[in-house]
C-alpha cells in the first residue's frame, strides 16, 4: 500500500542559545511602546528596531529551522509585543486570504522576558473534517515558537505579576 501525505500542519518548538542580550531587545520594544502608548492607546504591536540581540536571536531561529527542514525562511515584518498583567492578546490570522501566493507562511514568536507560568500561545487549528482543534505551549524565557500562518494564534491571558515580553516575526520560505 502507498501512502502518500496529502496535508500536514506543522510547528516547531525551540530554546534560543546564543549569547545575545534579551534587555536590549526588552528595550527596544519597551522604548516603542512607551513612543505609541502616548500617540495611540489601542495599538498593540510595536516597532523593533535592528540592533544586535535581534540579529543573533533571528539567526540562531533561522539556522535551526534549516537545520531540521532544509528550508530557508525569509523575515518579512516583525514587532513586538507587551502584555501588562491581566491582559491578552488578541486571536490573529497572520495569512493574507486575499493573495496567498505572497502571503507569508510562518509566524515565528519568541519570549523575550516572560514570567513563568503566567500565559501561554494557543494555537487553533482545522484538521481535516475536525475543525477548530487547540493547542497550547507553556511559555518560558529565550523559547520559540514557529507556527504556520493558516492557523490563529493567541497569547492567553497574563496571570502574572510582571509585563510579558514578546518578539513576533512573519517569514516566507523559499
Avoid at 501512502?3 to 528595550?27: A, G, M, N, R, T
Avoid at 528550508?71 to 486570504?97: A, C, H, M, V
Avoid at 507553556?138 to 509585563?163: A, E
Amino acid at each position: 500500500m502507498l501512502k502518500k501525505v496529502l496535508s500536514q500542519l506543522v510547528s516547531y518548538c525551540d530554546i534560543v542559545e546564543c549569547d545575545h542580550d534579551p534587555s536590549e531587545l526588552l528595550f527596544n520594544i519597551y522604548e516603542s511602546y512607551l513612543k505609541k502608548e502616548f500617540l495611540n492607546k489601542e495599538h498593540s504591536d510595536y516597532l523593533v528596531h535592528n540592533c544586535r540581540a535581534l540579529e543573533l536571536v533571528t539567526l540562531e531561529i533561522l539556522n535551526k529551522y534549516k537545520t531540521k527542514t532544509f528550508q530557508s525562511l525569509i523575515p518579512t515584518k516583525r514587532f513586538g509585543n507587551l502584555f501588562l498583567p491581566g491582559e491578552s492578546g488578541i486571536t490573529r490570522d497572520y495569512l493574507d486570504r486575499a493573495d496567498l501566493r505572497n502571503s507569508d507562511d510562518y509566524v515565528v514568536i519568541y519570549a523575550v522576558d516572560v514570567e513563568e507560568n503566567s500565559c501561554d500561545i494557543r494555537v487553533e487549528y482545522d484538521n481535516g473534517r475536525r475543525p477548530q482543534n487547540v493547542w497550547n505551549y507553556p511559555v518560558k524565557n529565550k523559547i520559540f515558537w514557529i507556527i504556520p500562518t493558516t492557523t490563529n494564534i493567541t497569547i492567553t491571558k497574563n496571570k502574572g505579576n510582571q509585563i510579558n515580553c514578546f518578539f513576533t516575526t512573519t517569514m516566507q520560505y523559499v
